[in-house]
């Protein structure tokens, strides 16, 4: 019913940058955020970043801080991952995530978007 689709990902120089996108769609209510999570070989799932919808607060993983930047698009209910000065280490599937609904909070994800940094 809800669908989340990103966008954006691909083969890049360590420096380099990559903009990241995730359209949501669907029966979609009270959206409380929209986020952005990263998993690379052999590691587990990490929050990256996120941004709170009503207000536009956001949070970012010590590791991105200063390099990384999190927006949104309320019309569309879209958000964006503004990535620069790419490291080896950023090498990952990126998924977005939005969690909406209330009384009950209801979470959907996206398929995921390669994100490979490589000289």
């Known amino acids: 019913q809800v669908q989340l689709v990103e966008s954006g990902g691909g083969l890049v120089q360590p420096g380099g940058s990559l903009r990241l996108s995730c359209a949501a769609s669907?029966?979609?209510?009270?959206?409380?955020?929209m986020k952005w999570y990263r998993q690379a070989p052999g590691k587990e799932r990490e929050l990256v970043a996120s941004?709170?919808?009503?207000?536009?607060?956001?949070y970012y993983a010590d590791s991105v801080k200063g390099r990384f930047t999190i927006s949104r698009d309320n019309a569309k209910i879209t958000v964006y991952l503004q990535m620069n000065s790419l490291k080896p280490e950023d090498t990952a599937v990126y998924y977005c995530?939005?969690?909406?609904?209330?009384?009950?909070?209801?979470?959907?994800w996206g398929q995921g978007t390669q994100v490979t940094v490589s000289s």
């Open positions: 941004i709170r919808w009503s207000d536009g607060n956001m």
């Open positions: 995530n939005l969690v909406w609904g209330s009384p009950l909070a209801y979470s959907a």
């Open positions: 669907g029966t979609i209510f009270s959206i409380n955020a």
